[in-house]
């Protein structure tokens, strides 16, 4: 079992920044990754960005390519994601996620089975 939680959503103006933590514990060995998903009022949950556990290599959703930075803290067990030029439309719960069983790529929901319980960003404009 791995225990993710989520801290640092609130609100924030648009063009702001807020940085997201996300602390592992438990049965972390095994890890391939962790990512970032969000889900907005109505919509699916989606994927935001994820890392590469072993090599740190980044993967970024288009939409915040060149705003939105995700990185780890090996000591601590710690993904960030620093988020930059924030958009009324990055208004969602954030959820971070880890990835220690079958694999189907960075972005496919389905690499990632264990899952925080989200916080929310609200983004005003």
């Known amino acids: 079992q791995v225990q993710l939680v989520e801290s640092g959503g609130g609100l924030v103006q648009a063009g702001g920044s807020l940085r997201l933590s996300c602390a592992a514990s438990?049965?972390?060995?095994?890890?391939?990754?962790m990512g970032w998903f969000r889900q907005a009022p109505g919509k699916e949950r989606a994927f935001v960005a994820a890392i590469n556990w072993i090599t740190s290599n980044q993967y970024y959703a288009d939409s915040v390519k060149g705003r939105f930075t995700i990185s780890r803290d090996n000591a601590k067990n710690t993904v960030y994601l620093q988020m930059n030029s924030l958009k009324a439309e990055d208004t969602a719960v954030y959820s971070c996620?880890?990835?220690?069983?079958?694999?189907?790529?960075?972005?496919?929901?389905?690499?990632?089975?264990?899952w925080g319980q989200g916080t929310q960003v609200t983004v005003s404009s």
């Open positions: 438990g049965r972390t060995v095994g890890t391939s990754a």
């Open positions: 996620a880890a990835a220690t069983g079958l694999w189907f790529g960075f972005p496919n929901i389905k690499s990632y089975n264990y």
